[in-house]
């Protein structure tokens, strides 16, 4: 069987669904201190559902050192519950319609209409804590917690790409709206790789390992990326599947992997500031470490000599998920986005 072919992929979907709500693996010494738990082969147990959900944002503010003092991190996460309470109240159900733009009652869209209640969202509610460090960015490298600015070569392909788009109106096409709107990838960053929270919903993820294969099942927008384990065997340079092409391999107690062929229309590392679209020389490595019972130190540093003057780094704790990995349906049949496109349409004959 082809290790790039759709029966592979379905074969391995089949066998994460009596997986998915099963917690990472764990064992204990005689003495009730945590030992790591170990495949068959010897190597590390990565497998489970694991959430990257944050508040510590990629790109750090100025100013800010890197670790937050306890004090600082304790008042910015009592802000985020107490907005997290008051947008969670109950809804009224006699309140009349919210005005246009919104009334601060939703979240994510204009008044009601693609607006979200504040009980679907589940964008983190702590700092991240990255080996006894509470951080104030993900990125720690360059020291200032910033992704280093686009080359001269990355400026021109930024332009050239803005220019191309501008003889197009956002709805004119299915290839104006964004990948994540089109069901094609996560938003945001959240498969990566590197696989970054995106500061919403759904920053969930399901491992399954074997031998030869390590699969991530990525919550939002059920992305799934197969890692290929072993001496690399690279897809020829034109062939770009989502995700790019990823090979690992143990080294020691960590798992280091290693993805070229990145898809060009991809977006890397999230939002911006930090997000850019890359060129045919963009290289992620990340690097999967189990530091505790609940925890995976999730590290990546993201290579581009075409568009970055220097390349970036960043660490995410992966926690253990308390609660289930569910199927995300995104619009089945892709009927929204035909509707968004219809009533672009009906807008421009003038049908309000």
Known sequence: MSLRSPSLLLALCA????LIIAAPATAQSTDGRWV????????????????????????????QDQ???LDVAAQGEKRRADIAAFLARPSDPDREAPPVGGD??????????????????????NYA???????????????????????EEGQRRTEARREFRSQFEEYDNPENRPLGERCMMSFGSNAGPPMLPNYFYNNNYTIVQTADHVMIMTEMVHDVRIIKLGTPDPLPEN????????????????????????????????YPPVAFAPSEAAKVTERFTRADENTINYEFTVEDPTMLSGSFSGEVPFKTLDGLVYEYSCHEGNYALQGILSGARALERGNN
């Open 104 to 125: 601060g009652s939703t979240v994510g869209g204009s008044g009601g209409v693609g607006g979200y209640n504040y009980f679907y969202i589940d964008s983190g509610d």
């Open 36 to 63: 790591m738990p170990r495949t068959a082969d010897g190597h590390p147990d990565l497998q489970g559902s694991w959430t990257n959900e944050t508040l510590t944002p990629m790109s750090r503010p100025d100013g």
């Open 239 to 270: 062939v770009r599947p989502w995700m790019g092409d990823s090979w690992g391999h143990w080294q020691g107690d960590t798992l280091v992997v290693e993805t070229t062929n990145i898809n060009l229309q991809q977006t890397l590392a999230g």
């Open 15 to 18: 066998v994460v669904i009596p």
């Open 67 to 69: 670790a937050l003092a």
């Open 129 to 151: 804590v990255f080996n006894g460090e509470i951080r104030s960015s993900l990125i720690i490298d360059p020291p200032n917690g910033q992704r280093p600015p686009l080359t």
